[in-house]
Nanobody, 124 residues
């Protein structure tokens, strides 16, 4: 299984970006997906997760600004980021975990498939 993240870049504060992660897993619908980020000198942290049953969870810093979604037909998970702040600057990585329908995953250690990161830089 491979994950390919894209969509990072440089944006001004207040701007928007859409990150996309395509997943080679079949069937994609049986995987939980998440976005994590890691800023220089900081630990990796969850940004948002979407479970196999569609349940979502957001970091407090992402609530109200970011939206995670998945398109099972396209084997893709997205992170729409609005009202970006300089503190959102980080390398964003997507992760996947084959799961049962009732499972709920939010910790990095629970995800065993990782894509390469994509840099998001927000200028003030």
């Amino acid at each position: 299984v491979q994950l390919q993240a894209s969509g990072g870049g440089l944006v001004q504060a207040g701007g928007s970006l859409r990150l996309a992660c395509t997943v080679s897993a079949r069937p994609f619908s049986r995987y939980a997906e998440a976005w994590f980020r890691q800023a220089p000198g900081k630990e990796r942290e969850l940004v948002a997760a979407i479970q196999r049953n569609g349940a979502v969870e957001y970091a407090d810093s992402a609530k109200g600004r970011f939206t995670i979604s998945r398109d099972n037909a396209k084997n893709a998970v997205y992170l729409d980021m609005n009202s970006l702040k300089p503190e959102d600057t980080a390398v964003y990585s997507c992760a996947a975990k084959h799961s049962i329908l009732t499972a709920y995953y939010t910790l990095a250690d629970q995800f065993d498939i990782w894509g390469q990161g994509t840099q998001v830089t927000v200028s003030s």
